[in-house]
Antibody
């Protein structure tokens, strides 16, 4: 079964850091670009970051550039998002998804930034 | 960044109705457009990619059309399970962008 499972969310104070993980199974992870997408409470979907299959190309939304870092470990079938200098507006459910058109999504992990 | 604008933002319809949702890109994106369905508390689900290609397992009552800047998602005969929020997304260029969503509600 094709599956993505996010983890690492939680409650963090403004200015703090978190590292999200996404474990992939059931498909050839190393062949696909991967994405992080977030959804703030009651809001729409916001693309956060993408990484190519070999990590050669990395892209970020302006809202997170310089604060978030995407990475992947193809040997471990895992995707990561290091989030630093967190702000209240980063509060959201964070999803990992594969491919340019996102045909596989995880269930999401919740990040809450609050004092 | 390419702006994706969906209309309407919300829509009331009845089971059995035919509904159409429109997505307009601020610049041409060829056919690099996907449609997603999202239900409350759940992850989005891919319905259509390449503007008109139905994802495996998605019912044939869903269809997509368009290219360039104007796209549509049509549900030919609404079922109860179709009441949800729908998003378009362009994957022509970075940053990837989503439409603001269309909430389809029961009349």
């Amino acid at each position: 079964e094709v599956q993505l499972v996010e983890s690492g969310g939680g409650l963090v104070k403004p200015g703090g850091s978190l590292r999200l993980s996404c474990a992939a199974s059931g498909f050839t992870f190393s062949s696909y670009s991967m994405n992080w997408v977030r959804q703030a409470p009651g809001k729409g979907l916001e693309w956060v970051s993408s990484i190519s299959s070999s990590s050669s190309y990395i892209y970020y939304a302006d809202s997170v550039k310089g604060r978030f870092t995407i990475s992947r470990d193809n040997a471990k079938n895992s995707l990561y998002l290091q989030m630093n200098s967190l702000r209240a507006e980063d509060t959201a459910v964070y999803y990992c998804a594969d491919h340019s058109y996102m045909d596989v999504w995880g269930k999401g992990t919740t990040v809450t930034v609050s004092s | 960044a390419i702006r994706m604008t969906q209309s309407p933002s919300s829509l009331s319809a009845s089971t059995g109705d035919r509904v159409t949702i429109t997505c307009r890109a601020s610049q041409g994106i060829s056919s690099y457009l996907a449609w997603y369905q999202q239900k409350p508390g759940k992850a989005p689900k891919l319905l259509i990619y390449a503007a008109s290609t139905l994802q495996s397992g998605v019912p044939s009552r869903f269809s997509g059309s368009g290219s360039g800047t104007d796209f549509t998602l049509t549900i030919s005969c609404l079922q109860s399970e179709d009441f949800a929020t729908y998003y378009c997304q362009q994957y022509y260029s970075y940053p990837r962008t989503f439409g603001q969503g269309t909430k389809l509600e029961i009349k």
